[in-house]
């Protein structure tokens, strides 16, 4: 019972606040509204990142979480992950957020996995609505 409530109190601490007019998780600081930092800003690339690659706007998603983007990205990219972005070819970064804890990373990454996939869409496209590749902007 005890593990049980510990569990439902992290979980509530690290929700995303939902629009209950649409059912959709609602954009907050956290989730896409933060600046695009640059490889010669090394102190904003300090953290972990819970970041969304797809193959094509609103294609295949995957969702992952690293404490280095920019090096996590390039594995994606240049296919030395074996797995599911390699069979499916997911090299697209369209969606990033940052977090100073690993817990708090690891447990938004599990959130969003078992979202619906109309909020992932959502998520996505409330912060890049072009569904552009956002790994030149955190590696310029």
Known sequence: VLICLRW??????????????RGRPSISPL???LP???VHDAAAM????????????????YIGVTNDLIRRTHEHRAGLVDGFSKRYQ???????????APRLA???EKNIKHWPRVWKLDL??????QWRDLYRDITS
């Open 8 to 21: 439902l109190i992290m979980d509530a601490r690290v929700k995303p606040a939902h629009d209950e007019r």
């Open 31 to 33: 989730n896409g509204q």
């Open 36 to 38: 695009r930092p640059t």
């Open 46 to 61: 300090d953290g972990y990142w819970v970041y969304v690659l797809t193959n094509k706007p609103r294609g295949t998603l």
């Open 90 to 100: 997911l090299k697209t970064l369209v969606h990033f957020e940052r977090y100073d």
């Open 106 to 108: 690891i447990q938004r």
């Open 124 to 129: 996505v496209e409330a912060a890049n609505p």
